[in-house]
């Protein structure tokens, strides 16, 4: 469940042009290609927020 919720967390930040791909385990990659520091920067924090925010999810309807 969790891994499947990362991907989708990946898929949703990931641009058409870019790959997504779990390595194994609980480890991924995304690929960005065409992309400079700047706005991998970007593309990070962004995955980091979206998941963050899914995380705190769980976590309250784990508590109910």
Known sequence: ??????????????????????????EFVLLLRDCDSN??????DKLLKLLQKKLELLSNNNME
């Not at 469940?1 to 609980?26: H, N, P």
């Not at 706005?39 to 990070?44: L, T």
């Open 1 to 26: 469940r969790v891994l499947r919720a990362i991907s989708d967390l990946l898929l949703e930040v990931a641009r058409k042009t870019d790959e997504v791909a779990r390595i194994g385990g609980d």
């Open 39 to 44: 706005s991998a920067a970007r593309v990070a």
